[in-house]
């Protein structure tokens, strides 16, 4: 197992650092001078602005910071592969710069901005987990039932609405209506993440954005869990059991489930990382202070810093959740036994 996860770690690398570089190709692909989204409104004189340049990396200078110049007198710039190589290793020393706009280091914006995310991915996932596997074993236990046909018709919608749209009616429904039928007695936040002063408890923030995240995924999740019991339990050793007398009850619980539960937590394991990179259109929605929100706004502003902090933070942790996934595979099936021997799996 130990064998297993290291050769998975080193396959990591690649991944990584092909990211980076696509991520670094785009960054200077896309008009724009950094230049002058720091310098926003101000007018720079030359004098400083050539000292920014130096600062960012954009022109070559000594190891003393002074700035070097070719014959003519003119700056040099920085060749690309010299400002990779400087990113990555920032990059490597926790470093991911500074943000264009803000002024401020974009690990201390994320540090800030994080918790919300990953709390709100979180609450998504057991939205998914607990709705998507109970709604898809109902499913399969009461097939062509009207709760087969009603799960079925859920999902299908569910499957079909974007996010956003979804998003927007949650917010017209319970945050609008639901205020202007019950006088003001019922109703839910449509916007923000509260405090601790505010009207409502926390929590209650996190329920039309969780349920707007966790929308499709749960969707999927109901369907891969109705598929996969249903074919589990037409399987020999299930008519083995029914043979031997066990309760239907018995035979699902101990016997169906565990197996039928292996692509449904493989795909809400993946799913977390994916929900903590797609979470910008709901947080976008919900005015929500994550990291979705704060990529969206990095991105129309240009201030690709952020951009590449956050998109390379979500990629190491989405393949941190792919390994977790993939060694859990022991955990649920014994017949997988990553490393050992043939004879012995």
């Given amino acids: 197992m130990v064998k297993y ?11 990584f650092i092909g990211v980076t570089i696509i991520l670094f190709v785009v960054k200077n692909v896309v008009p724009g001078d950094p230049i002058k989204l720091i310098a926003g409104d101000k007018a720079l004189t030359p004098a400083v602005e050539l000292q920014l340049r130096a600062s960012n990396g954009l022109i070559e200078t000594n190891s ?3 700035i070097v110049y070719d014959e003519d007198g003119n700056t040099i710039k920085t060749p690309l592969w010299k400002q990779y190589l400087s990113y990555m290793n920032g990059l490597l020393h926790g470093d991911l710069g500074t943000s264009y706009t803000r002024g401020e280091a974009v690990t201390d ?12 991915a979180i609450v998504a996932i057991i939205i998914e987990t607990v709705v998507g596997i109970g ?30 749209w979804l998003g927007m009616l949650l917010q017209l429904f319970f945050g609008i209506w639901m205020k202007d039928w019950t006088g003001g007695g019922f109703y839910l936040p449509i916007s923000g993440a509260g405090s601790p002063g505010s009207e409502f408890q926390d929590w209650v923030y996190y329920i039309l954005p969780a349920c707007t995240l966790a929308a499709v995924s749960t969707a999927y999740a109901a369907r891969i869990m109705r598929s996969q019991l249903l074919e589990v ?4 050793y299930i008519r083995t059991a029914k043979a031997k007398g066990l309760s239907r009850r018995n035979i699902i619980v101990h016997h169906a489930l565990k197996n039928a539960l292996i692509p449904v937590v493989t795909y809400i394991g993946i799913d977390f990382g994916s929900m903590l990179s797609g979470a910008i259109l709901t947080e976008t929605v919900f005015n929500w202070p994550g990291v979705g929100y704060e990529i969206y706004r990095a991105i129309t502003q240009r201030d690709w810093p952020i951009v590449m902090g956050g998109v390379t933070l ?4 989405v393949l941190i959740i792919n390994l977790i996934v993939d060694v859990s595979y022991a955990f649920l099936d014994p017949r ?10």
């Fill in 109 to 120: 914006i994320f540090a800030q901005k994080y918790p919300y995310t990953i709390k709100l």
């Fill in 233 to 236: 339990m037409n399987q020999d």
């Fill in 135 to 164: 709604a898809g074993m109902i499913s399969a236990i009461k097939r062509y039932s009207f709760w087969d046909v009603l799960v079925t018709l859920i999902t299908s919608l569910l499957v079909a609405m974007p996010a956003f």
């Fill in 314 to 317: 979500v990629v190491i942790v």
């Fill in 336 to 345: 997988i036994r990553y490393g050992a021997p043939k004879d012995k799996a």
């Fill in 5 to 15: 996860i290291i050769k998975r770690i080193l396959q990591f690398i690649p991944v």
């Fill in 64 to 66: 003393d910071g002074s």
